[in-house]
């Protein structure tokens, strides 16, 4: 997309979140790899920057509000806006146990992360996507969070209360924030990567996570009419 230069990933140290990072970064955007552990997000920063990749770790823990008050500050320092916001950290605590052999502990870790950190960011780094002349913000979601594939017979294995019900609630803030930045220059979209081998499924999975980025990238390089750019 024309003019613009700047991408915050959150969890982008590893998985589908560094490989989104990487996509972004050989299409020429200054990634900044949001990353809870200073560390781990440094490491991701320098693969990348042998790569050629204008990266620079920003540190993120999305439950930690002062290090999403300290990141957005630092982006506005350093940038003046935010051009692209990818909402990927995420975790998944079921392991296969179903919902009644979850504790609450484990319902409000999952929301903490999944939906509580990725409002936060959201709504901090809001009035830096506005700055933007096109503003884009990517949620990723899962298949996990539809009610339609939940309906489908599964494998009990993702029959996962606090994973699922984590990201339906991303689908609905979205929904709910879309409607509020109707006639504002940004778009904010879900997306669904499919299932990948990462670390979050112990690396099982159908795709890899070069591939899961794919549609975080198409929806992250909209054109104003919402039609992908390339
Ligand atoms: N893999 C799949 O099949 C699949 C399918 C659909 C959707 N997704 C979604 O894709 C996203 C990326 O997951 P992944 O599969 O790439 O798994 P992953 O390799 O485990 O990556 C998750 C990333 O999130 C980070 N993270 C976790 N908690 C965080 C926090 N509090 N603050 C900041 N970062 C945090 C992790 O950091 P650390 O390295 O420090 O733990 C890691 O960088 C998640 O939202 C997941 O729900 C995955």
């Not at 884009?136 to 539809?146: K, L, Q």
């Not at 689908?171 to 990567?193: H, Q, R």
């Amino acid at each position: 997309m024309k003019n613009l230069k700047t991408a915050l990933i959150t969890g982008a140290n590893q998985g589908i979140g560094f490989e989104t990072a990487r996509e972004l970064g050989a299409m020429g955007f200054t990634v900044l790899i949001g990353a809870r552990n200073e560390d781990r997000g440094k490491k991701a920063e320098e693969e990348l920057l042998k790569e050629g990749i204008n990266a620079r770790f920003v540190l993120l823990d999305v439950t930690k509000q002062y290090t999403i008050n300290e990141a957005a500050a630092l982006v506005n320092k350093a940038y003046g806006s935010l051009d692209i916001l990818i909402n990927n950290a995420g975790i998944a605590v079921e392991k296969g146990r179903q919902p009644s052999q979850l504790e609450m502990d484990d319902l409000k870790k999952t929301f903490e992360t999944n939906f509580f950190g990725l409002f936060e960011v959201t709504k901090v780094f809001l009035p830096l996507l506005m700055k933007s002349s096109a503003g884009r913000i990517v949620n990723v979601s899962s298949g996990r969070g539809s009610f339609a594939n939940n309906m489908k017979p599964v494998d009990k294995s993702l029959n996962a209360l606090a994973y699922n019900s984590s990201k339906a609630a991303v689908n609905m803030l979205t929904l709910t924030f879309s409607k509020e930045l109707e006639g504002s220059k940004i778009k904010i979209n879900s997306a669904a990567p499919g299932y990948t081998i990462t670390a979050l499924n112990d690396f099982k999975g159908l795709k890899t996570a070069k591939q899961a980025a794919h549609i975080i990238i198409k929806l992250a390089t909209l054109e104003e009419n919402g039609t992908v750019p390339w």
